[in-house]
C-alpha cells in the first residue's frame, strides 16, 4: 500500500510565522502536490514538483513555496502566515505515466489542520 | 475558463443506486476524469478513473458520454458506509490545470 504521511495532523501558528508543512511518500512517486481544502471551494492545488528540485505553480500558489530536495519528500512553506491560510493542507503523489492519466491517480496523506491566529 | 461542476449534496437509501454527475467544459480527447471519495478527518481515497465510454471497478462505475463534457459516478446499492464526500477531478492538459469539483456530499440513510 502507498503511504503518504504528513509531519503534523494538527498545527497552531502565529501572523508573521514562518510555517513549514512536511509530506513524505515511500512508493517512489515522481509526481507530489500540495492542496488547500476548504469548505464550498473543494481542494485547490497550490504547487506540484514532477522531479526533484523540479515545481510547478498550481492555481493559488501566492504565499506559499515548496521545496522537493528528494524524491520522497515535498515541504510547503508558508513564508509569514496569514489568517486567510487557515486551512486544511493536504499532500499527494502519483507516479508518472503518458498522459494526464497519473495526473489522476493520486495518493493522499491524512491532512494537516493549520490555524493561523 | 476550465471547470468542474457538481451537485453539492445528494440523499439517497441503503440498497439503492447513486449517480453523481460531474460536469467539465473544456476537457480535451484525450483528459481523463477521476474520482475520489473522502470521509471526514481522511484525505481523499481514489475511487475510479477514465476518459470514454464506461469503466467499472470492483465498488463503481464511470459512464462517460461521447462529448465528454460530463461524466457519472454510478455507486450500486449503496451502504450507510459510502456517506462520504464525493469529488470529480479533471486533469485538463490544454491548459495544464488539475481542478477538482467543489465535491459532492452522499447521505444514505437506513
Known amino acids: 500500500d502507498v503511504k503518504v504521511t504528513q509531519s503534523s495532523r494538527y498545527l497552531v501558528k502565529r501572523t508573521g510565522e514562518k510555517v513549514f508543512l512536511e509530506c513524505v511518500q515511500d512508493?517512489?512517486?515522481?509526481?507530489m502536490f500540495w492542496y488547500r481544502q476548504d469548505p464550498g471551494l473543494g481542494l485547490r492545488l497550490i504547487y506540484f514538483?514532477?522531479?526533484?528540485?523540479?515545481?510547478e505553480k498550481g492555481d493559488i500558489p501566492e504565499g506559499y513555496s515548496v521545496s522537493r530536495e528528494k524524491k520522497e519528500r515535498f515541504s510547503l512553506i508558508l513564508e509569514s502566515a496569514s489568517t486567510n491560510q487557515t486551512s486544511m493542507y493536504l499532500c499527494?503523489?502519483?507516479?508518472?505515466?503518458?498522459?494526464?492519466?497519473?495526473?489522476?491517480?493520486?495518493?493522499f496523506g491524512p491532512g494537516t489542520r493549520l490555524t493561523v491566529l | 475558463l476550465a471547470k468542474t461542476t457538481q451537485p453539492i449534496s445528494m440523499d439517497s437509501y441503503e440498497g439503492q443506486e447513486v449517480n453523481i454527475t460531474c460536469s467539465h467544459n473544456?476537457?480535451?480527447?484525450?483528459?481523463?476524469i477521476t474520482w475520489y471519495q473522502q470521509f471526514p478527518s481522511q484525505g481523499p481515497r481514489f475511487i475510479i478513473q477514465?476518459?470514454?465510454t464506461k469503466v467499472t471497478n470492483e465498488v463503481a462505475s464511470l459512464f462517460i458520454p461521447a462529448d465528454r463534457k460530463s461524466s457519472t459516478l454510478s455507486l450500486p446499492r449503496v451502504s450507510l458506509s459510502d456517506t462520504a464526500v464525493y469529488y470529480c477531478?479533471?486533469?485538463?492538459?490544454?491548459?495544464?490545470?488539475?481542478?477538482f469539483g467543489q465535491g459532492t456530499t452522499l447521505q444514505v440513510k437506513p
Open positions: 499527494a503523489s502519483s507516479l508518472t505515466g503518458a498522459g494526464t492519466m497519473s495526473l489522476g491517480e493520486q495518493f
Open positions: 473544456n476537457i480535451a480527447t484525450n483528459d481523463y
Open positions: 477514465g476518459y470514454k
Open positions: 512508493m517512489d512517486h515522481e509526481n
Open positions: 514538483s514532477y522531479d526533484v528540485k523540479m515545481k
Open positions: 477531478l479533471v486533469a485538463f492538459s490544454n491548459t495544464g490545470k488539475l481542478i
